[in-house]
């Protein structure tokens, strides 16, 4: 069974901290997202990667950066949290010319 | 350009009754439309998709039905169920072969029981 693994489901730091988001999956897939999810906004796409070390930026990157130093496991990182971040995460991973994207669960992350 | 509008932001159907929600996009460069059915607590998951070249497509209860020249896009749930209620999201994606997607901002559904 497919699986994306998102390291915590809920996280409270403050402001100004370094916040480091993990994400894992099992399914050797190339593609990695970061997307932020917010009420009316819907799913935005702040990171991808289509390969180890490889990254593009999506539409919100700002306040954000990634690492992918292995295959399985993509990171987001929060240089320096501010409120405005508050926000659902979710890591998605998929094929290379894949359509089906596998979403993990989610981490709540609230900044104050 | 880029925007997937969908509507309505919430939407209450009794058992049994047709669940529609709607989507309109303006790139005309999209070619893959899925469908994506997120519950509580949980990570979107696809639920239909669809290409241009096809008007509708059906999958259980589930059914996409695409309009190309309105550029317009909707979900028809039949028979809706109490286990149909979460949150349901349209998306578009450019031919790329990444399928980096751009989303609707969601509807939630609630189906009585």
């Known amino acids: 069974d497919v699986k994306v693994t998102q390291s915590s489901r809920y996280l409270v730091k403050r402001t100004g901290e370094k916040v480091f988001l993990e994400c894992v999956q099992d399914m050797d897939h190339e593609n990695m997202f970061w997307y932020r999810q917010d009420p009316g906004l819907g799913l935005r796409l702040i990171y991808f990667?289509?390969?180890?070390?490889?990254?593009e930026k999506g539409d919100i990157p700002e306040g954000y950066s990634v690492s992918r130093e292995k295959k399985e496991r993509f990171s987001l990182i929060l240089e320096s949290a501010s409120t405005n971040q508050t926000s659902m995460y979710l890591c998605?991973?998929?094929?290379?010319?894949?359509?089906?994207?596998?979403f993990g669960q989610g981490t709540r992350l609230t900044v104050v | 350009q880029q925007q997937v509008k969908q509507s309505p932001q919430s939407l209450i159907v009794q058992k049994g009754g047709i669940s529609i929600i709607n989507c309109a996009y303006e790139?005309?460069?999209?070619?893959?439309f899925p469908w994506y059915q997120q519950f509580p607590g949980k990570g979107p998951a696809l639920l239909i998709a669809i290409r241009p070249d096809v008007s509708e497509k059906k999958e259980g209860r589930f059914t996409i039905s695409f309009n190309k020249s309105a550029k317009q896009f909707s979900l028809h749930i039949m028979d809706s169920q109490p286990g149909d209620s979460a949150t349901y999201f349209c998306?578009?994606?450019?031919?790329?072969?990444?399928?980096?997607?751009?989303f609707g901002t969601g509807t939630r559904l609630k189906v009585l029981a």
């Open positions: 790139n005309t460069a999209f070619d893959y």
């Open positions: 998306a578009a994606s450019l031919p790329s072969g990444t399928y980096k997607y751009i």
């Open positions: 990667s289509y390969d180890v070390k490889m990254k």
């Open positions: 998605a991973s998929s094929l290379v010319g894949g359509s089906e994207a596998f």
